[in-house]
């Protein structure tokens, strides 16, 4: 599996103990004494100024931004951090190109770190004091259940169809399914010692760009009576890389509901079957979405994982699947473990690890 996009993303927070604002930055450069970062010169501001800022924990020194010239980009220098690889930059992009994006947001007493997938909707532009020319900006919309959060601000915008990162999150719109990003191209307008080997373009590209790894989609076939643990279960899944969850909770008003299912049940690489009382007492998931299922695991399509949500004898012959393995890994259904997150955080690593086996194609 190439490198995780997560990895290259750095928290961005105060040095202040009651200051809690917080936003997020990225890895695009090292050299063999620092780690140079990009994010916005409003979350350089929004958490105390620049003799303020801590890049995961680490004391950032801010060696360039643009917010006196109204271009929100502000470059920092932090010195360890060289476990976090750097992201390649290019300048690119057109209006419906799909991008992916990961920004932290609050979350219970910590910070999440999601990911987010959607299409630039167009280019606008702005200009900045004491220049006539405008730096591109595109517009962003986001396509799937997440949305933009506040600390997204700082966020890598990454091209989808290259790997590489085409502009940064500045602001959300409306109510955060829509965005704004800087052009990466504006980073040169602010940086005046900026490695001249930091953007990959047609001319000078020293290498291919690593490609982006597919997106595993992932279906839960589920009874609604446990619709609560499906939702848990979606969450700790929330945090893997290069996944989509779907369920028939998410059909759109307007759409067919049976020909939704059966879509997803043929695009989806993995299939869990969400085991419950109720739901091996359902002729309709036994005789459709576990008969489908089955089919394309017999047809040697490794794709069909069950969980064990509650305790049910002899659930693997009511479904005619004993050779599936199941999870959680040491055969204890969830409800059945004294802290239930634990169940889905050892479920979620399982889950993982089958996701890299699926993106083995991919460096």
């Known amino acids: 599996m190439s490198l995780k996009l997560q990895d290259s993303v750095i928290l961005i927070s105060s040095s202040t103990p009651d200051n809690n604002r917080f936003g997020t930055g990225f890895v695009v450069h090292q050299d063999k004494h620092a780690t140079y970062l990009l994010t916005c010169a409003h979350v350089v501001r929004d958490v105390g100024g620049q003799d303020q800022v801590e890049a995961d924990g680490s004391n950032a020194i801010v060696i ?12 920092l220098r932090v010195e360890g951090l060289f476990d976090k690889p750097s992201l390649s930059l290019r300048v690119s992009g057109e209006k419906g190109t799909s991008f992916i994006t990961a920004g932290y947001q609050s979350f219970d007493k910590g910070f999440l770190i999601r990911e987010i997938r959607g299409n630039l909707a167009g280019q606008t532009g702005f200009k900045y004091r004491g220049q006539t020319n405008r730096v591109r900006t595109w517009d962003l919309k986001t396509i799937d259940e997440y949305h933009l959060q506040p600390g997204c601000s700082g966020s890598p915008v990454v091209d989808e169809s290259n790997g590489y990162v085409l502009g940064i999150v500045s602001h959300r719109i409306g109510e955060s ?20 080997d930091i953007f990959k373009t047609n001319a000078h590209q020293a290498s291919e760009p690593t490609p982006t790894p597919e997106v595993i989609e992932i279906f839960l076939s589920y009874s609604p009576k446990d619709e609560k643990l499906r939702d848990q279960l979606e969450e700790s899944l929330s945090g893997l890389d290069y996944i989509t969850v779907w369920h028939d ?43 489908q299922a089955m089919e394309r ?30 999870l959680p890994r040491n055969g ?16 979620a690593e399982d889950i993982r690890q089958k996701v890299e086996e699926l993106t083995t194609n991919y460096p």
Do not use: M
């Not at 360039?64 to 470059?75: N, Q, T, W, Y």
């Not at 399914?177 to 001249?196: H, M, N, T, Y």
């Not at 802290?339 to 050892?346: D, L, P, V």
């Open 249 to 291: 909770g998410k059909i759109g008003a307007g759409k067919n509901r049976q020909s939704e299912i059966s879509k997803h049940l043929k695009s989806a690489r993995l299939i869990l079957l969400l085991i419950s009382r109720s739901f091996i007492s359902s002729e309709y998931h036994r005789n459709y979405e576990v008969k």
């Open 332 to 347: 204890k259904p969830v409800t059945s473990w004294t802290k239930r997150e634990e169940a889905f955080f050892s479920i």
């Open 297 to 326: 695991y017999k047809a040697g399509e490794d794709c069909v994982i069950p969980i064990e949500l509650k305790l049910v004898a002899n659930w693997k012959r009511a479904l005619s699947c004993e050779e599936l393995l199941s």
């Open 64 to 75: 360039a931004s643009g917010e006196a010239d109204g271009i929100d980009l502000a470059v």
């Open 177 to 196: 399914e829509k965005g704004v990003a800087i052009s990466i191209e504006a980073l040169e307008k602010i940086w005046q010692d900026i490695p001249f």
